[in-house]
């Protein structure tokens, strides 16, 4: 199995909100849902763009007539790129979750972007959403839009059991694998996982944060509670109820059973024992 660098394969796009051609009918609402569960579910338009793909990174400019300029939202994609008709044309858009939106008066302003040298490379006002923030300046953004917000930097590189470099020899029964599913993999998925549960092990409360200081802020699995064997076609993850942080070694314990594994109140009750 080809070892899974997130942070190589998720991009990171800029969407843009224009108050003037489009009204946020829902903007309480949606804030609302976030504070609630976690996150709140969208769809949006991505201009001309199609190379958005489920898992990429969102950030969401305010532009036009609004109170500030600046950023306003940021999420995850959860589907490619699609189409659909709408007046005769044709539409592309993605959807989506937003783990963060602010009122129009309360935005990242846009002048920490365009007075910032870090940020030149990238046109922070564009027409119509979906150009590409490309890596370095992402992960500026990444720093940056988590000190505005006061929350801990995302953690986007995580390695898993399974992510093993094929490349390699290794001698026989060496290695033990622990499977995960792609809902686990999810970068979108784990960070609204995150906001609502917090990057603490639901099993043992490891905090790495705690323990290792800056390098460990944000570092955690997740893992996903419905058996892979329960999950029927349709099914549609809900990562707030669905997910639970647990720390590399917990989540390996999980898995030691099969082909069912362990539930989080069973390992719990596996350490009260011990």
């Not at 899974?4 to 003037?20: A, I, S, V």
Request: glycine share 6%; proline share 4%.
């Amino acid at each position: 199995m080809q070892i899974l660098n997130l942070e190589k394969l998720m991009k990171t796009y800029l969407l843009t909100w224009n108050p003037k051609k489009w009204t946020w009918e829902h903007l309480e609402k949606n804030i609302a849902e976030i504070q609630h569960f976690g996150f709140s579910e969208f769809t949006w338009t991505t201009g001309v763009t199609k190379k958005i793909k489920d898992g990429d990174r969102v950030f969401v400019m305010g532009v036009g007539e609004v109170p500030k300029k600046g950023i306003v939202a940021s999420g995850w994609a959860t589907s490619d790129v699609k189409t659909r008709k709408r007046d005769g044309k044709n539409i592309v858009y993605i959807d989506g979750y937003f783990d963060t939106i602010r009122r129009s008066n309360e935005v990242f302003p846009i002048e920490n972007l365009v007075n910032n040298e870090k940020y030149k490379k990238v046109y922070w006002t564009p027409q119509a959403s979906g150009i590409n923030i490309i890596d370095e300046v992402a992960k500026e953004l990444e720093k940056d839009w988590a000190k505005f917000l006061n929350q801990p930097a995302l953690h986007h590189e995580i390695k898993y059991a399974d992510d093993i470099d094929i490349s390699k020899k290794y001698y026989e029964g060496v290695l033990k694998q622990v499977k995960v599913n792609k809902f686990e993999r999810s970068p979108g998925a784990r960070a609204v996982c995150l906001n609502k549960h917090g990057a603490i092990c639901s099993v043992c409360g490891f905090d790495f944060a705690k323990r290792y200081g800056e390098i460990g802020e944000g570092y955690i699995h997740v893992h996903h509670l419905k058996p892979l064997s329960e999950i029927r076609k349709g099914y549609k993850l809900n990562p707030v109820n669905d997910l639970r942080p647990v720390c590399p070694n917990c989540h390996a314990m999980i898995h030691q059973r099969k082909p069912k594994p362990y539930t989080i109140e069973e390992m719990k009750n596996i350490l009260r024992k011990k």
